[in-house]
């Protein structure tokens, strides 16, 4: 590839025609979920068949990840414009569970973890003299849910690197829709399919490197994850602090002009939610009656709440803000509680134990003082301010 000043971000003929020549004995180095296809595979399964179609998709894109990963080092090392480019995979032998930070984790995946859990992981990451870009790729052809998934990211990237300019690389297949419609901040490449049906096969079932050797690249641009130092960005720490923030104004219940800064923006994007306080199941009971919800999806057993307490959080969607509670049910998963006023409904849907949410929830309880108690008054006053803060 020509090392020009403007080829910064411009796909090259290699990762466009997904050329594995050079890169082909390093793809058996990677570890692949293919177990399960296999299987499938042996019992003689209708290959039309939607679940055999979904596994077997799957697995292509790991391939197809790993394909690009392996030529996007390749064109980082050739491009000027790359200063610092991130190894994962089998490019790096330093793995790391710590509780806290920017790493490789023990799936060879480059990792943002905050209490031992992943925030959110990036397909690639690499670095220019004053941006930080991260990498999508995908085979999915519909590209809806992988635009949301990038706000999420972005908003991690800007407080992780706030002097820094944070920019996306898409990297979609032929035939992929939306691909016009990404944010401004997004360079999208299209390259052509991954329909190698030899490379594909022999990774099902035979996928051994004992007669590979790996190619491993030297460069002063390449790094480990865990050298890379980005801003100190405390997780729960920051629950906290939000929470308290968007309660010390006495004169209204929530200050929603705190909520609604630039700064709590790339938070909400972090985060999904955030906690404003908690009120008690009798109250809880109350607000249904005063929205008259006669529709709800499934029965809460009242006695099993976990110490009587129903906890409040405030989300928000395309500047509109909304209210979802949460309950821990003893000896059950914790509750997700959505009120539709409209319809007068009550969504209930389980939350992952093991999964962020739970794990704040649980961080919150004991940050819950005596102030943050919320009378149906208070509530009441919630709802009232952000109908009138719809924007």
Known sequence: MTKEKNNF??????????????????????????RY????????????????LSTYSSFVGEVYENVIYELLLKYAISNDEITKFILKGPHQNHYDNVKNGLMMDLNSQ?????????????????????SVCFVESTIVKTTTSLRKRLKKKKALLEVLFPKMEVKALIILTKGAMGVNVFPKYCKVWVTKPLEDDELLN????????????????????????????????????????????SRKNKAKVIDLNFLLTDKLSKY????????????????FIEILQYFNISDISEDIPIEKIYNDQ??????????????????????????????????????????????????????????????????????????????????
């Open 268 to 283: 909400f994007e972090i985060y999904s939610k955030l906690y404003i306080g908690y009120i008690n199941v009798d109250i």
């Open 37 to 52: 296809l296999k299987k499938l595979q042996t019992t003689n399964v209708d290959k039309e068949d939607p679940h055999y």
């Open 202 to 245: 022999t990774l099902i079932y035979k996928n051994v490197n004992h007669d590979k050797k790996f190619i491993t690249y030297r460069d002063k641009k390449l790094y480990h994850a865990k050298d890379i130092k980005p801003f100190v960005f405390k997780y729960f720490d920051t629950l906290a602090w939000i929470l308290r923030n």
């Open 310 to 391: 129903v906890v409040l959080t405030i989300e928000k969607i395309k500047n509109q803000f909304f209210i979802v509670f949460y309950m821990k049910i003893i000896d059950d998963k914790l509750k997700r509680l959505d009120i539709n006023i409209e319809e007068k409904k009550l969504l209930i849907s389980n939350k992952d134990p093991k999964g962020f949410t739970s794990a704040e929830v649980k961080y919150m309880k004991y940050l819950f003082t005596k102030s943050y108690f919320l009378t149906i008054e208070n509530v009441k006053q919630i709802y009232k301010e952000i109908e009138a803060n719809s924007i």
């Open 9 to 34: 971000l411009k796909i090259n003929d290699e990762i466009r025609d997904l050329d594995i020549g050079d890169i082909f004995n390093n793809l058996f180095f990677y570890k692949y979920h293919s």
């Open 110 to 130: 480059i990792v943002y973890k905050a209490g031992y859990k992943d925030v959110t992981e990036f397909d690639a990451l690499f670095f220019t003299k004053d």
